[in-house]
């Protein structure tokens, strides 16, 4: 037990304020009528600083904070492409895509795609989003929190996937989604104020390592000694060269494969893109996008910079995913409260959206279509039913799924791999080519996942983004010319494109431009 009696109160109090914060929200917005409203945003009154905020604390979890450090701690800065890229891929998003949901009043994904195409397209999709959060997304965010509270705390990693199981569900079954993206202001200072502290102490330590100076001057000291230290962790465009490149494979995939996961992951993802329709108003989604598209490209500091320092500090490391939780613990006490809370909090953050997204998708996009008369109190009783087994399925499948891989953060992204590139065909289509029709989404929906197979079957040593583009041209191949051939039928689509206003104020132009710029700069340094 690291844990020390002053972490405990600094743990002990943030989690009272964070409480009081929920109880005193959710009074006054839960009723018996409005039960299901905890589920989907169909109050759509967030302002945009809470929605900036909420959409970087569901993003930021586990997963980043501590998968994406191990990876950095192996492979180094190449890894914050996802970061990075993420941010103008944001921006697109949120001039294209967004107001084409909002204008229609989307409340999930796949509602989008029963609107659109139909019913079976719809449940189709909803079933494979349902396995994915469950098998990818919960599982993996749930191994690695359990395993940084195992490090910190002692306790053995099946007791520490337990209590995050508990604790998660019922904040998110408790809060709802209103409430929890409110509370998420809160937490994602805590995260990036915790991601920074740690950032600090190891660079300080780092710099005192080299005989150089502490406090504020020992930051720059100690990036300078990284820097010269391990020169190959600071590479931002691999070479084939590289033992890593598997992993991230150049111009390929910062130019192409890579914009597939964040189209996927930003525009068509329901954990996500919920939080940005519960906006009161299309510009204040946009403004929201904004805020969280420079968050990303901060985020760096706080999930890759902690694994490049741990491969300087710790370089012998068993797993590359232990990084983060050890060099926690060379924190001093109350600071260690204070990082760890920040990390727990993330975790609850990014598995109460996922929980809250199987449940919709589930009550909304399946339930509701094979029983169309389920009234709200059922539909109610079957989310939370789901939420349980879902955490219950996630806690047993994780250790096989995930005990024997160093970098969790690449097992996320590769099977999430088979499932996006059909994801983004089938939505890019469907909101700009009118003549898409239901077997061409469908043949494009399945049809990544059985390609996917294939290619990892036969071609086992290409690299997962590479397979990824091929997979999505395939795929958007196949769509396109099943919807060719298939006889032309009335537009039965409800989706209306007519008349949207893709235009943005003169803030969010600007923002856009500086975006790019920043992006620019990066990759010229750290080419």
């Not at 060379?330 to 598995?351: D, E, K």
């Amino acid at each position: 037990m690291h844990l020390k009696l002053l972490d405990v109160a600094v743990i002990i109090l943030y989690a009272t304020f964070v409480l009081l914060i929920a109880h005193l929200l959710q009074r006054g917005h839960r009723d018996g009528a409005e039960e299901d409203a905890s589920y989907a945003p169909s109050t759509r009154a967030l302002p945009w600083w809470a929605i900036g905020a909420s959409l970087i604390a569901a993003n930021i979890s586990a997963e980043q904070i501590i998968g994406m450090s191990g990876s950095a701690y192996a492979m180094g800065l190449s890894i914050a492409a996802y970061e990075w890229l993420a941010a103008l891929a944001m921006v697109v998003i949120g001039k294209y895509f967004l107001p084409i949901f909002l204008k229609n009043q989307i409340s999930t994904m796949p509602q989008f795609l029963r609107l659109r195409y139909g019913a079976k397209t719809q449940v189709t999709m909803a079933i494979l989003w349902i396995c994915v959060y469950t098998f990818v997304a919960l599982t993996a965010i749930m191994w690695l929190g359990a395993t940084a509270v195992h490090v910190v705390t002692g306790l053995s990693l099946m007791m520490s996937l337990i209590l995050l199981a508990l604790v998660a569900g019922n904040y998110a079954l408790y809060v709802g989604l209103r409430a929890s993206a409110v509370t998420d202001v809160v937490q994602v200072v805590m995260l990036v104020l915790g991601g920074l502290v740690i950032s600090y102490f190891a660079l300080e330590q780092i710099s005192a390592s080299a005989g150089g100076p502490g406090g504020i001057p020992g930051l720059l000291s100690g990036l300078e000694t990284l820097q010269a230290r391990l020169p190959e962790h600071f590479d931002a465009v691999l070479d084939p060269s590289n033992p890593y490149y598997k992993y991230m494979p150049g111009l390929t995939a910062l130019l192409f494969s890579i914009w597939i996961v964040q189209f996927a992951y930003w525009g068509f993802n329901q954990f996500i893109v919920q939080h940005a329709l519960a906006a009161r108003s299309i510009r204040e989604v946009q403004s929201g996008v904004v805020l969280a598209a420079f968050l990303k490209l901060f985020m760096p500091v706080v999930v890759v910079l902690p694994g490049i320092a741990a491969a300087y500090l710790l370089p012998h490391l068993s797993r590359s995913d232990e990084a983060y939780p050890n060099l926690m613990l060379l924190l001093p006490n109350g600071v260690l409260g204070l990082v760890f809370v920040a990390l727990v909090a993330a975790i609850i953050a990014s598995m109460g959206s996922t929980l809250s997204s199987i449940a919709t998708i589930f009550t909304q996009d399946v339930v509701k279509v094979v029983h169309k008369g389920a009234g709200k109190r059922l539909l109610v009783i079957v989310g939370r039913f789901t939420a349980i087994v879902a955490l219950i399925i996630a806690m047993v499948v994780a250790a096989p799924l995930l005990g024997h891989f160093d970098q969790a953060f690449q097992y996320i992204q590769e099977f999430n791999g088979f499932f996006t590139p059909g994801v983004v065909v089938i939505f890019i289509l469907g909101m700009f080519w009118r003549r898409t029709t239901e077997t061409g989404a469908l043949l494009a929906g399945v049809g990544s996942v059985i390609i996917s197979a294939l290619f990892a079957i036969f071609l086992p040593a290409m690299p997962f983004l590479i397979r990824m583009g091929w997979v999505f041209l395939i795929c958007f191949a196949l769509a396109v010319a099943a919807s060719m051939i298939e006889r032309h039928k009335p537009e039965t689509s409800t989706i209306d494109v007519s008349g949207i206003d893709y235009s943005t104020g003169a803030l969010y132009n600007v923002a856009s431009l500086a975006i790019v710029a920043i992006l620019a700069g990066l990759y010229w340094w750290y080419w």
